[in-house]
């Protein structure tokens, strides 16, 4: 709450200084006005852009003396199936500027989706702006893709030789994993035991460790400065959240079924449960897809949001390009990160307490019946 | 939600779920299995070892209780020993005084016996000596004094009436 406030008043002073800034540009003349919005445009786009998964992994681009974009990046390889597995470079693509031919067929990208087209590139749009030429299964290796490798290899090498480091010191972390055992037992003594029970918890370990330790890395991944948004990403997200639903339901008990079928038990006749029933059930089994969906949402709209207004701080610096502005938003920019590696944690945490307490509900066993007949 | 689902790459959430996936289940047997198995050993390990150090206390305790208990029995031995031992002494003392009371009776009463028996002896000799003298004596008197048969017995008669023993 105090983090808010601070925040809102914080963008109320960087409001009130843009008006001073704005007071002052407008006796300038309206052509250098018109530039400044182009250069709001661009930092717009810049953000959207950045927001998105990309078929290269850019590094930084700067505009030469001739005026053109040189970027500083690595290709990534392009997979999609076309009638056939087509796999090529994206440089091909020269940043969606060109259509990339490969074995005769063409392909372009459009809203960062690849189409099939012609020669020309060939987009022909609906009347919603939707493009409507074929859009091949596309399984690319793009920036998210690599940085989810990279997590992979990360995890698995550090806890790894966390596990490893048990046996050669006899029972006792050594180097990183000093760092990283404590937090392996809060997740095990305070959410996973707490949420799901001294008995059950065990089978949970596994996901809870690796969703909790996968989130936080990307999302402090996401603060560097290589630009990749993983877990802003909606369709990492869902997979996260998917694998949640499923565990849940999965090894849902009897009593968990029961709740949902049954919520009230055996504290009113079956001939009154019957109304109540027509709208409990829906409800309760509307619940089972709203839970996992609230995760999927908070995730990435949390992390999309930081990266927005981070970024967009960030822009603000050209924007202003005065000695009052520009330092200013520097210290704003430096204040959200901060309060952005903390919601990195913060996010990684949440994810991992809800997912525990769906388990809990799943794995329920009889004494919460109890409880509720002796309301 | 339209803009949701134009954002929402099926490339990404297959590779995703590939990797995470996979990486759940090696991690699952490579890393958090042996991490929490270590974990827990070594949890069990440190209760056992305090439960073990609070038995080997508890034992320790048990220890010098038993050794106070062995010395108090010890001291409280000594003592009655001790006042076994006094009153046996003033017994012994006591007897002793008998005994060498009873002695001294005895040798009191033996020598009184002794001396009684001396003194009656020598009463004896006395009497015998007193009675050879007196009869001298007599004897001599009489040859003086009496030449008269008849009176001289008639005065020794008397004589031997007014002698009497002691």
Known sequence: MLILLKRKSLFLLALLLTGVVYAKDKQENAENLSAKENQKKEIKEYIMHHLQDSYDFSLFSYTNDAGEHVYFEFPLPIIIWDNGLKVFSSSKFHHGDTVAEVDGNYYAI????????????????????????????????????????????????????????????????SGVGRFFEPIVLYIRDDIAIPNIGEKKHRKYMSFLLTVFFFVWFLNMLGLTPLGINVTGNIAVTLCLALITFLLTNLTGTKDYWLHIFDPLGSTMKWYAKIPLYIILIPIEVLGIFIKPFSLLIRLYANMQAGHIVLMSLIGLMFIFKSWLGSPLSFGLAFAISLIEVLVALLQAYIFTMLSALYFGFASEEHEHHDKIEAH | MEKLLEEFSLGLFVWQTLLFVALLLLLKKFAWKPILDAVNERETSIKESLSAAEKARDDMEAVQAD???????????????????????????????????????????????????EKKAAINELKSQVASLSVDIAAKVLQTELKDQAAQEKFVSELVKEIEVK
């Open chain 1, 110 to 173: 459009s809203h960062n989706k690849i189409y099939k087209t012609d020669a020309a590139g060939t987009i022909t749009p609906d009347e919603d702006g939707h493009a409507t030429n074929i859009a091949p299964l596309d399984f690319s290796i793009t920036k998210g893709v690599v940085s989810i490798m990279f997590t992979f290899l990360l995890m698995f090498f550090l806890f790894k030789s966390l596990a490893d480091s048990y046996v050669k010191n006899g029972g006792i972390a």
């Open chain 2, 67 to 117: 050794n106070k208990r062995i010395l108090k029995e010890a001291r409280s031995d000594r003592d009655a020993l001790l006042a076994e031992a006094k009153t046996a002494s003033i017994k012994i003392v006591n007897q002793a005084k008998e005994d060498a009371k009873a002695e001294a009776d005895k040798i009191t009463a033996q020598a009184q016996e002794t001396i009684r028996n």
